[in-house]
């Protein structure tokens, strides 16, 4: 090899070094990584099928019609269709008919106010606080999770839009570790509480710098009357469980750190000028003024700068993913950490980039969940061997929660027809609340209980808005046909939103038959029936 071959081989090497080490570096799982213009729905059936195919499973067929419809209705909307909606969609040989339906009820109010309610549920879990308010008129607005984000831990109520935004820290704010768990819980996906009192014993990720690192972020806020404040000064002291106290520097999950202003304690005479400031905003009843320096602010910095948002976007993928899927890429929920890896590394990664490269819209994050293959299919599974939930190869059983309880059952026991259903269901759901404050949120562990099956026997309410007679009423159509196979198939597509089965259809027109001589209090007892049944009571 002559000397200019030898130079020219030495200078190629060193661009593609040169390039090499310029070049960002990818995470784990991105190098597989799909491209951003991929759908949502394509992206998740790829991943999806790729480990089906990995782990030889074969999934379950995909959902009935009926079944879908009833899903994503649940999903979307927190109701049941109705008989009409079930009917009409079943009959429809439209092949875009599924993503129509999507976007009807992605457009429908019943969905903004189930999307706050959903989104409530997990937010304010544990505290008697309400945010159905201000998460309604965010999910109205279209607003974005970041932006949301930004309201609730800024908590500024200056701006008449964000009223009850505050209320998510004003429930906590008297305890400080619970609001810095709560809050590293709901937005970053990371239950800090084990590291409060010693470093994790298990994760090597999280330590007491971690835990008091975001304590410090909220420890100069404070509750005046009805008010939040921050303070331009204070600082987090701890003990270690070994060593001497130590202050702990304003530090994010990542290991990131700021310094703010205020970390020399104030004197007594500036103690003393705060608390008559403090009395007189009381007295008052104004809004003290924002500090020069919010340490909270500088916590959303860090939590939404570049490269440092993946515990953001992904804790928010992971709940999302866990209410339609029935099971987290990541589960428990809370335990987002490198021990604790997702079922699907590359889809999770997926997701989340493609969460914050569109601005963390949330319908957009939605349909693209529910369009998607693996969502469709059957909760019933022929194979030899069920499998695993984190799989996703069925459909998950899910528990329906107070609000579709709530709204179901009375829309179950109505019979809408015209042009004005969608108006009605409006009206039915907002009527709905008080029948729901008769259930309780499913829990992982989920089983029913005593209180909700003596309501179900004993509940004068129940027989009211579920089984009451009249204009509208399923109860006075049922016994207005003029068969008993009429009544029972109007009753199974009401209630389970499907046509009924040869047998169900005969055992119940057999019941009609017999109880001929009393057919409203038959009725009743045919539409109890199917409404305290677990088919009724699940999403499936």
């Given amino acids: ?41 394509k992206a998740i059936d790829y991943y999806i099928e790729a480990s089906w195919k990995e782990k030889k499973i074969k999934p379950a067929v995909a959902a009935d019609d009926t079944v879908w419809l009833r899903r994503v209705s649940l999903d979307l909307a927190g109701r049941i269709p109705t008989a009409s909606e079930a009917k009409a969609f079943a009959e429809d040989k439209d092949p875009t008919k599924k993503q129509k339906t999507i976007e009807r009820l992605i457009a429908s109010p019943l969905h903004l106010r189930h999307q706050a309610q959903e989104i409530e549920t997990f937010l304010m879990n544990g505290t008697k606080g309400a945010m159905s308010e201000y998460l309604t008129k965010a999910m109205t607005e279209n607003r974005s999770w970041d932006r949301i984000f930004k309201e609730i831990i800024l908590a500024d109520e200056s701006d008449a839009s964000n009223k009850g935004s505050s209320d998510f820290l004003k429930t906590r704010v008297k305890d400080l570790d619970r609001l810095t768990n709560d809050v590293s819980v709901a937005f970053f996906g990371v239950n800090v ?21 975001m304590k ?18 204070g600082v987090v002291k701890f003990l270690p469980n070994k060593g001497k106290e130590k202050q702990a520097d304003f530090m994010f999950l990542t290991g990131k750190t700021v310094k703010p202003a205020g970390m ?58 866990n209410r339609f899927y029935g099971f987290g890429l990541v589960m428990p929920l809370d335990q987002m950490h490198s021990e604790n890896p ?36 059957s909760s019933r599974y022929e194979g030899e061997s069920t499998p695993l939930a984190k ?25 809408l027809t015209g042009n004005d259903q969608e108006k009605k269901v409006d009206e039915i759901s907002r009527g709905s609340r008080g029948l729901a404050d008769q259930f309780a949120q499913p829990t992982e562990d989920f089983q029913i209980g005593v209180t ?19 204009k509208d009423k399923l109860v006075t159509a049922m016994t207005s046909l003029a068969t008993p196979e009429e009544q029972a198939d109007l009753a199974v597509w009401s209630v389970l939103s499907r046509g009924a089965t040869s047998d169900e259809k005969a055992v119940i027109a057999g019941y009609l038959k017999k109880h001929g001589a009393n057919a409203q209090d038959a009725s009743k007892q045919v539409l109890w029936s199917l409404m305290a049944s677990p088919e009724f009571r699940f999403n499936h």
């Fill in 193 to 213: 509480s084990c590291a409060q009192c010693h470093d994790h014993p298990l994760v090597a990720d999280w330590k007491q710098d971690h835990f008091y690192g």
């Fill in 452 to 470: 909700e099956a003596l309501f179900f026997s004993n509940s004068s309410r129940f027989q009211t808005e579920c089984l009451g007679e009249g």
């Fill in 342 to 377: 997702p079922s699907h590394p590359e889809l999770m990664n997926w997701l989340a980039r493609d969460f914050a490269n569109n601005g963390f819209n949330i319908p957009r994050l939605v349909k693209g969940m529910v369009s998607s293959k693996v969502y469709g299919l």
């Fill in 264 to 321: 020399t304690e104030p004197t007594k005479e500036e103690l003393k000028k705060e608390k008559e400031m403090v009395e007189e905003w009381k007295k008052n009843k104004t809004q003290p003024p924002k500090p020069k320096t919010s340490t909270r602010a500088m916590l959303l910095d860090l939590a939404l700068s570049n490269g440092d948002q993946d515990f953001f976007a992904k804790a928010f993928v992971n709940q999302v993913w």
């Fill in 216 to 233: 410090a972020f909220f420890s100069r806020t404070y509750e005046v009357g009805n008010f939040l404040a921050e303070k331009e000064y």
């Fill in 1 to 41: 090899m002559n000397t200019k071959t030898i130079q020219n081989t030495i200078k190629i090497s060193m661009i593609v070094l040169v390039g090499l080490f310029s070049m960002p570096l990818a995470s784990k799982g991105e190098e597989k990584m799909l491209p951003p213009e991929t759908s949502i729905e």
């Fill in 391 to 415: 799989d996703f190869a069925m459909a998950r059983l899910k528990p329906l929660t107070p609000m579709q309880m709530g709204v179901s059952l009375r829309l179950a026991g109505q019979f």
